[in-house]
């Protein structure tokens, strides 16, 4: 009986490392590129806009300032957080997995009897 929780823990530890394996996946999708291209155009505009000649003007002094603070802050960054739902379906069937092997490797009795 020994060796079959033996053998049933290695076969789990090796599904385990098999499926770690197999979902290795690019943490930034080419949604993520769209969003950061949105930021980098935002910037590019608000930057252009500055460039204006007038000193009491609005684009120069309300426009562009809002636009590069809305790139650089926000638009950006979300873009580099920004998940899907297809990758945080997954991320969290992973997380239940590996949650569920714990408490049944945690929950098995051990092999030792006691006097």
């Known amino acids: 009986m020994a060796k079959t929780k033996q053998q049933n823990l290695q076969a789990i530890k090796s599904k385990k490392q098999k499926r770690d394996q197999s979902h290795l996946h690019f943490a930034m999708t080419s949604k993520n590129y769209y969003i950061i291209g949105a930021g980098i155009f935002l910037i590019i505009l608000g930057y252009i806009l500055m460039n204006e000649n007038s000193v009491s003007g609005f684009l120069p002094t309300v426009i562009a300032p809002i636009l590069l603070v809305a790139g650089y802050c926000v638009v950006i960054p979300a873009g580099i957080l920004y998940k899907g739902k297809e990758l945080a379906s997954e991320e969290t069937v992973i997380?239940?997995?590996?949650?569920?092997?714990?408490?049944?490797?945690?929950?098995?009795?051990s092999n030792v009897k006691t006097a």
């Open 95 to 109: 997380e239940t997995q590996k949650q569920e092997s714990k408490t049944n490797v945690s929950t098995s009795s």
